[in-house]
């Protein structure tokens, strides 16, 4: 069964802080991972998506890796900003499931 | 594109009511899912539609969680009887080629659903 397990639980960091959110998961027989943000009081929105065949994908101030042998993937945020501030979760799809994360709380002081 | 549509946004009820979700996917999407979102669970799979059949609903809590996926367009979520443990708030998402290495789901706003 696929566990997938988000540390830091929350972080705070001042603005302009370069920042890295570990996500792992136990079977590595996925056929994507992504990460999402989810506002308060609000859905989920895809920030990046990473193929099995894949090892990272990088859009603006975010970069995302993959490690499937390992079981690891982390999300990198470049020069945060207050606006980043929000809930980040790390989803693993094996077939037609997915398998969220218990979710990285950031919150960005200015 | 309007993306995924949820109803009501908010709900809340008595013990003992009968509750409905109601979902609509973005067009051309033919995957459909429901999700709960509480503190102590975190987003859990309740149950998945592929081409409006049900695939898998072991998710599902209880025989009193049902739902149904009359067409591509709408899709229900039925709690009956409600119990104050159900009080969450329920994602509807919809994709395009679950089940391949490049699908996203793309959620709607959610129900907030308090049972008292």
């Known amino acids: 069964k696929q566990e997938v397990t988000q540390i830091p639980a929350a972080l705070s960091v001042p603005e302009g802080e370069n920042l890295v959110l570990n996500c792992s998961f136990t079977?590595?027989?996925?056929?994507?991972l992504q990460w999402f943000r989810q506002d308060p009081g609000k859905g989920l929105t895809s920030l990046l998506l990473?193929?099995?065949?894949?090892r990272e994908q990088t859009s603006g101030r975010l970069n995302a890796s993959l490690d499937k042998s390992s079981g690891r993937s982390t999300l990198y945020i470049a020069a945060s900003q207050p606006g980043d501030s929000a809930t980040y979760l790390c989803?693993?799809?094996?077939?037609?499931?997915?398998?969220f994360g218990a979710g990285t709380r950031l919150f960005v002081k200015a | 594109d309007a993306g995924v549509i949820q109803s009501p946004r908010h709900e809340v009820t008595e013990m003992g009511q009968e509750v409905t979700l109601r979902c609509k996917p973005i067009?051309?999407?033919?995957?459909l899912f429901w999700y709960r979102q509480t503190m102590m669970r975190g987003l859990e799979l309740l149950i998945y539609f592929n081409n409006n059949v049900p695939i898998d609903d072991s998710g599902m809590p209880e025989d009193r969680f049902s739902a149904k996926m009359p067409n591509a367009s709408f899709s229900t979520l039925k709690i009956q009887p409600s119990e104050p443990r159900d009080s969450a708030v329920y994602f509807c998402a919809s994709s395009k080629e679950a089940g391949t290495s490049t699908d996203t789901q793309y959620f709607g706003p959610g129900t907030r659903l308090t049972v008292l």
């Open positions: 067009s051309g999407h033919n995957s």
């Open positions: 990473i193929q099995s065949s894949q």
């Open positions: 989803a693993v799809a094996g077939g037609f499931k997915t398998i």
């Open positions: 079977d590595s027989a996925i056929y994507n």
